[in-house]
């Protein structure tokens, strides 16, 4: 089952740009996640926003949460080479102890 | 140091043979999961388990099993009946369902 769907599925910008990814999906939720995984690598946990939080900052990240039109974006600022990356969102399905549902994935390629 | 391991980082399969992939914690988490990726792809469940001695199959648990005799062990055994096996696997944990889950560093698993 696939929960979230991100948007764009490939962005690719200049060092020192911002980079915004969305992410929508169609169920009702608790939480949402935002992980990154590097080439070859496993997922590392980002920023988690709840479903009666609107926005939360972590750094250079910046995630915003409509619960209204079911979706969520993360923007990263003043993006360095080193953020290059895939970007995931996850969510719960908002009752039980089911897992979390992943997203397919933006892929971010900052050039420097 | 706590963390989740996967061995072995890279693995060589002949046709008709089964293999089996280690994936241990030491988070004290309950639950594990074993995920699926192709290249350029998301993230597919195969299995999960939310306690010991139990696991619940996920979307494409064909050609696969699991066992959690353990708390800190979750191993998954890709079996000849899978087609198509060559991916990249990724296990992780997390202490209940739907909270934040950690991976493990991967593996890679090639069929000759």
């Known amino acids: 089952s696939q929960q979230g769907e991100e948007d764009p599925q490939a962005l690719s910008i200049q060092e020192g740009e911002n980079a915004t990814m969305n992410c929508s999906y169609k169920t009702s939720i608790n939480n949402l996640q935002w992980y990154r995984q590097n080439s070859g690598r496993g997922l590392v946990h980002l920023i988690l926003i709840r479903s009666n939080e609107r926005e939360k900052h972590s750094g250079r990240l910046r995630v915003t949460l409509d619960t209204s039109k079911k979706s969520s974006s993360l923007l990263i600022t003043a993006s360095r080479a080193a953020d290059t990356a895939s970007y995931f969102c996850a969510t719960d399905e908002g009752s039980g102890n089911t897992p979390l549902v992943f997203g397919k994935g933006t892929r971010l390629s900052v050039i420097a | 140091d706590g963390g989740i391991t996967q061995s072995p980082k890279y693995l060589f399969r002949k046709e008709g043979q089964n293999v089996t992939l280690s994936c241990e914690q030491n988070?004290?988490?309950?639950?594990m999961y074993w995920y699926r990726q192709d290249p350029g792809q998301g993230l597919r469940l195969i299995y999960y388990s939310q306690i010991v001695n139990d696991f619940q199959k996920g979307d494409i648990a064909e050609g696969y099993s699991v066992s959690r005799e353990k708390k800190e062990s979750f191993p998954l055994t890709v079996t000849s009946a899978q087609k198509n096996p060559t991916a990249f696997y990724l296990c992780a944990s997390s202490i209940q369902g739907p909270d934040t889950q950690y991976f493990g560093p991967g593996t890679r698993l090639t069929v000759l």
């Open positions: 988070l004290n988490h309950d639950a």
